[in-house]
Structures are given as structure tokens and as C-alpha cells.
């Protein structure tokens, strides 16, 4: 039972002061009460106040469905109450249901909603501790990238870089949080300007609280999954391309664009997967991998009958933003 069924349950709790004082000042009875001696209104009401004792509603007693049937000692169990706890605290979510996918960097949880945030299910994304081990040529991405904190401060000083430098624990920390707030932040920039990603909700510490894409019986499958039809092909191709276009207006590139991060849902498409995304201002290899994405999703919707030319897409892109620029 949440703190909310347990609010609607003792709303209409009269408090009565059972103290010595007031004992003494109530009129006696000549009759003997049966039992021990109380009333039946007090009775219930004593019951009352040994659930209230016994509520207990803390973070660190929250278990959610999922960790439960995980076995006490495997390390998944703790990784996800500690990573998750902190939006069932914050009421934006009441369980954790199923395992999306399963990553070296990060693992994606299905949860369900507290019906107050407008939605029935949404995602945890979990970064793992050793996410950047796993993570390849991350200088590319990280280019002309501002370093920022959890609250999405800028971050100066010698300490810092210093830290990131010799890779200390802080440094690693420091280095984690940067791609989980830059994944954040980006995504969030992306959906209030129009693009079709994953509404954000919320993130803390490791993990960040999505928009969920799919339904009760299972998430969205990735386009490497599908296969479109002939007539739908083209449209969808011209929509991607038109979230390539927006995320650069955004001065934004994708840098991992393909068909294994963009979603399939009921013939609409949702992009996926933001940490190394690069700023098109500052990073050195932005037109690369403004290319590598075009020339990506362009292979594979070649495979349904739409031909383009990827060099002079992306060409077609990048000169009118650098006029725009310079």
C-alpha cells in the first residue's frame, strides 16, 4: 500500500489524548467494560495507530517486482533498488516491472507510472559503473563538449581536470556524470523543439527516468528489427532525415545514428540513445560523423526501395548551417 492509499485510509482519524492528564479529567463509569476495558471506538482506533507505527515507507524498504525474483545475492538486486529508488521517493514511479535491453554501458528497466506524471508506463535507463570501459573513442565525442555537473553547471578548475586526467575516482565520476547529463539534457532539448525522442522525466545519480515506447506486453522494437513495407519506406526515411536536420538546427549531431537506436511504434519512429551526442559548434569531427549518420540510416532504407545519395545529403545539411554560423 502506498503513502497515498494509507493518507486516504486515516483521513478521517480523530486523534484522541489517551495521556495521564486526561485520563484523570474524564467522568468515571460505574459499569465495568467487557474485555480489557476499552471502548470499541478507542479499540479501532488504537488499531489504527499500530498500522500507522508499523507504515513503512522509506526509500531504503522499497523492493520493486523486478529485484524481488531477482536471488538476494546477485548484483543486479541492489544496483537497481539503489539506482531507482530515488523517482519511487519522488512519486514518479510505483514499480519496476521487466528488463528491456541489456547493454555493456547501460541496462533499460519498463516501470510503472504513479498516475500523477501522466503516463501508465515509463523507462529506466541505468549507466553502469564501469560504463566507460566500454565506451570507444570517447575523446571523438567528447570534443569541444562544456564539462558540466549533476545540476548542470558548468565545471572549471584545475582539480577537475586534473582529476579527469589521471583518472582518479573522482575523475571517473566526474567523467560518468558528464555523459549522463549530457544524454539529459540533449534529449530534453531535442523533445521541447519537436523532435521524436522519448519525453524525459527526470534523472539522478546513474540513471535517467524516460518515456516509455511500447506497451504492457513489451517495448518497441528497433527498425533492424522490422520490416517496413514498400509504401511506408520513403515517408519514414524523409522523417528521420527531418529529425537529422532539426538536431543540427539544435547545433546537434546524433554521432551513433543507425538503425539499431531508432525505434518502430505503430508506424511512427522515435530516436533513441543521446550520450554521445556531439555539439556541431565545437566538435573537430563533426561533419564525419554527420556523415557516418546519413550515410547509415541511407544503407538501410536502401534495403526498401529508397535511394539517396548520402555524401550529398549530408553536404546539403552542413553547408547552409556553417553559412548560417560563420
Known amino acids: 500500500m502506498s503513502k497515498y492509499d494509507f493518507h486516504e485510509l486515516y483521513s478521517d482519524y480523530e486523534y484522541e489524548d489517551h495521556g495521564r492528564n486526561a485520563h484523570r479529567q474524564q467522568p468515571k463509569t460505574k459499569k465495568k467494560q467487557k474485555g480489557d476495558g476499552r471502548s470499541p471506538k478507542i479499540m479501532a482506533n488504537d488499531q489504527k495507530m499500530d498500522e500507522i507505527r508499523q507504515m513503512d515507507d522509506s526509500q531504503e524498504s522499497w523492493v520493486p517486482s523486478y529485484a524481488a525474483a531477482l536471488d538476494p545475492m546477485h548484483h543486479e538486486r541492489q544496483w537497481v533498488i539503489d539506482s531507482v529508488a530515488p523517482f519511487y521517493h519522488d512519486a514518479l514511479i510505483t514499480d519496476v516491472t521487466r528488463l528491456i535491453k541489456g547493454g555493456k554501458e547501460a541496462n533499460v528497466y519498463t516501470c510503472t507510472a504513479n498516475p500523477h506524471t501522466g503516463f501508465d508506463l515509463v523507462a529506466a535507463k541505468l549507466y553502469r559503473p564501469r560504463m566507460l570501459r566500454h565506451l570507444k573513442n570517447d575523446a571523438i565525442y567528447k570534443a569541444g563538449r562544456q564539462l558540466r555537473d549533476e545540476e548542470g553547471k558548468q565545471m572549471k578548475g584545475r582539480r577537475v581536470k586534473l582529476a579527469l586526467r589521471k583518472k582518479t575516482n573522482f575523475g571517473k ?19 521541447d523543439a519537436g523532435a521524436d525522442v522519448p519525453q524525459p522525466l527526470a534523472h539522478a545519480g546513474n540513471t535517467i527516468l524516460m518515456e516509455f515506447i511500447g506497451d504492457e506486453y513489451g517495448s518497441a522494437p528497433t527498425l533492424s528489427e522490422v520490416t517496413l513495407n514498400s509504401s511506408e519506406a520513403e515517408p519514414l526515411f524523409q522523417r ?47 561533419y564525419e560523423l554527420l556523415l557516418r549518420d546519413v ?27 556553417m553559412g548560417s554560423e560563420s
Request: glycine share 4%; hydrophobic share 40%.
Open 173 to 191: 565520476h566526474v567523467d560518468i556524470m558528464w555523459w549522463i547529463n549530457n544524454e539529459y539534457s540533449v534529449q530534453k532539448k531535442l523533445y
Open 240 to 286: 528521420v532525415m527531418g529529425n537529422v536536420a532539426l538536431m543540427l538546427d539544435c547545433h546537434h549531431i546524433h554521432g551513433d545514428l543507425s538503425a539499431y537506436n531508432i525505434l518502430y511504434w505503430e508506424g511512427e519512429l522515435t530516436i533513441i540513445d543521446f550520450p554521445q551526442m556531439v555539439e556541431a559548434r565545437h566538435n573537430p569531427h563533426a
Open 295 to 321: 550515410t547509415r540510416v541511407c544503407d538501410y532504407f536502401n534495403r526498401f526501395g529508397v535511394t539517396a545519395d548520402p555524401q550529398t545529403l549530408t553536404d546539403d545539411l552542413w553547408l547552409p548551417y
